[in-house]
């Protein structure tokens, strides 16, 4: 495990966590659902052991950027050196703070996009599976055998647990129980609840399927969408106003006779900004990808 502008390994942020288990404990209830979501990213700690990890890492960056700023700072014989490199630094080391608490999220958020891009294909194999006249237990050894991400790794964890003697039926439940996303929670359920009824779980996970690819069409539509404002986003910030832009500056700059210097920086400013659009343009049309398309 790792957490984000973390300076040193885990095993050493681990070890120097024990000093500050009192602080984590005076922290946690602030975070009430931290250990919820350490569960569904799959990192196996506590929520207490886990804020005192961050704790940890946060005041070593404070110290190590207070250091470093109040040393650059002193050589330039700046005024008030030592407020600003300790300010500066305690603002950063809390950003690096809720950075870290933020970070189960963050996992969370790439689990579910594994689970739901790869969740259709397995639900298929596994129809295909049944109605070749395989039974349940080794359709499942199958799944947990495909490279089908984070779905083989949940149905891995279910084949060694019913190896171990624990019920289908009570496996996939709790599977389904603990798991971030609710498409694969949904399908798993409905499994579940088949058996318990003694159903056709073939005929069940075609109404799985059937009910997925619906929604897989309205995550489309939706989809769609959602780009037409920010294709018009696009075009206002990263087509209209440059070009507008480089008209009006080289006008404004012809009147004011400005040096070769500065018209340079003023270009170069626009066209760093131009790019910061773009990549945030292909940023965003990237996160709102429906997981359901797949890759």
């Known amino acids: 495990m790792n957490i984000p502008y973390a300076f040193l390994p885990w095993s050493i942020l681990q070890k120097g966590a024990g000093y500050f288990t009192w602080a984590a404990e ?7 659902d931290l250990e919820l979501n350490l569960e569904q990213a799959n990192m196996k700690i506590k929520a207490r ?3 005192a990890v961050v704790l940890c890492s946060s005041l070593l960056s404070f110290v190590m ?7 650059v700072l002193f050589s330039f014989h700046a005024r008030l050196w030592l407020p600003i490199a300790l300010g500066g630094s305690g603002v950063l080391a809390l950003y690096f703070f809720f950075q870290g608490i933020l970070y189960p999220k963050v996992q969370i958020m790439r689990r579910v996009r594994d689970l739901e891009r790869n969740l259709l294909p397995s639900l298929r194999t596994i129809f295909i599976q049944l109605n070749s006249g395989v039974p ?6 199958v799944i947990s055998t495909e490279k089908y991400g984070e779905i083989s790794s949940e149905f891995r964890k279910a084949v060694r647990k019913i190896n171990t003697g624990a019920s ?3 496996v996939l439940e709790e599977m389904a129980a603990n798991n971030p996303s609710l498409f694969f929670r949904r399908a ?4 579940a609840n088949g058996m318990k009824s003694g159903a056709e779980i073939s005929t069940i996970i075609q109404q799985a399927i059937n009910a997925l690819s619906q929604e897989q069409v309205i995550e489309i539509q939706r989809y769609g969408s959602q780009l037409n404002p920010l ?17 009006f500056l080289i006008m404004i700059l012809s009147f004011f006779s400005a040096s070769e210097f500065l018209t340079k920086v003023i270009f170069f400013a626009l066209y760093g900004a131009v ?6 343009f292909l940023g965003i049309i990237k996160t709102k990808r429906p997981n359901l398309l797949g890759a």
């Open 26 to 32: 005076i922290v946690r209830p602030f975070f009430f």
């Open 49 to 51: 052991e886990y804020i």
């Open 65 to 71: 950027l207070a250091a470093v700023s109040g040393f």
């Open 136 to 141: 349940l237990f080794d359709v499942l050894v």
């Open 168 to 170: 289908q039926v009570e």
């Open 188 to 191: 798993i359920w409905q499994i």
């Open 231 to 247: 294709a018009m986003f696009y075009m206002i910030m990263v087509v209209i106003l440059p070009s507008l832009g480089m008209t």
């Open 275 to 280: 790019t910061f659009f773009q990549i945030m």
